[in-house]
C-alpha cells in the first residue's frame, strides 16, 4: 500500500517562531488531509488539499501532487499550536480509507 | 450542523466482556470510517462501508470484532470477547463520496481500556 512519511518527528520552538512541515507520499493520491491531534485527543481537519494551495489564517498548505509531497506551514506559533500534525491521504485508485503518516509532535514553548 | 458523534467517551471494562462502541454520521454523509489509533501503530483503518455496504474490512484484527451500520446514519462497532491489547482510542469518520473524493470528518474518539 501506499508510504507516507512525515518529517520531522518532534519539533520545539518559541511563541513566535514560524514552522514547515512536511510530508512524503510513494503513491499518486485522490485525496490528502492535514489533521491537528489536540491535547484533548480529538483531531482537528486542518486542510483538504490533495492539490495546490491553501491558506487559513496563520496556517497554510501546499500540495505538489506530481512530486509527492505536502507542506503544512505554521507562522507566529503560539502554544495552542502544541500537539501532533498528521498527514494522510487515500491513494489513487486504492481504496479509500486514509493512511496516515506517524506524525510530527510539535512542542511550543512561551 | 453536527459533526461525527461518538459514544461512550471513556469506556473502562474488564477483558472477556462484549463492547459496543457507537457512531453518528453527519447528515447526508453516504461514507462511514473506523479507525484505531493506539501508540505502537498509530493511526490504522480498521473498516469502512460505503451506502451502508461494508467494503474493506481488511483492517478488522480478528473475529472477536464486527462492524455494522443497521442504517443510513448509524453504525456500531463490537468487541466481543475483549482483551487488553483492545485498548486504543477508536475514531469514527464519515464523508460524502461522490464523483470526486471528499474530506473525512472525524468524531472526537471513544478511549477505551481493557483490564
Known amino acids: 500500500g501506499i508510504q507516507v512519511e512525515q518529517s520531522p518527528p518532534d519539533l520545539i520552538l518559541q511563541e513566535g517562531a514560524n514552522s514547515t512541515l512536511r510530508c512524503n507520499f510513494s503513491?499518486?493520491?485522490?485525496?490528502l488531509q492535514w489533521f491537528h491531534q489536540n491535547p484533548w485527543g480529538q483531531l482537528i481537519n486542518l486542510f483538504y488539499?490533495?492539490?495546490g494551495t491553501k491558506q487559513n489564517g496563520r496556517l497554510s498548505a501546499t500540495t505538489v501532487a506530481t512530486e509527492r509531497y505536502s507542506l503544512l506551514y505554521i507562522s507566529s506559533s503560539q502554544t495552542t499550536d502544541s500537539g501532533v500534525y498528521f498527514c494522510a491521504v487515500t491513494s489513487r485508485g486504492g481504496a479509500d480509507g486514509l493512511t496516515f503518516g506517524k506524525g510530527t509532535h510539535l512542542i511550543i514553548q512561551p | 450542523d453536527a459533526g461525527v458523534i461518538q459514544s461512550p467517551r471513556h469506556e473502562v471494562t474488564e477483558m472477556g466482556q462484549e463492547v459496543t462502541l457507537r457512531c453518528k454520521l453527519i447528515?447526508?454523509?453516504?461514507?462511514l470510517f473506523w479507525y484505531r489509533q493506539t501508540m505502537m501503530r498509530g493511526l490504522e483503518l480498521l473498516i469502512y462501508f460505503n451506502n451502508n455496504v461494508p467494503i474493506d474490512d481488511s483492517g478488522m484484527p480478528e473475529d472477536r470484532f464486527s462492524a455494522k451500520m443497521p442504517n443510513a446514519s448509524f453504525s456500531t462497532l463490537k468487541i466481543q470477547p475483549s482483551e487488553p491489547r483492545d485498548s486504543a482510542v477508536y475514531f469514527c469518520a464519515s464523508s460524502l463520496q461522490g464523483s470526486s473524493n471528499q474530506p473525512q470528518h472525524f468524531g472526537d474518539g471513544t478511549r477505551l481500556s481493557i483490564l
Open positions: 488539499i490533495p492539490s
Open positions: 447528515s447526508g454523509h453516504n461514507s
Open positions: 503513491d499518486s493520491v485522490n485525496n
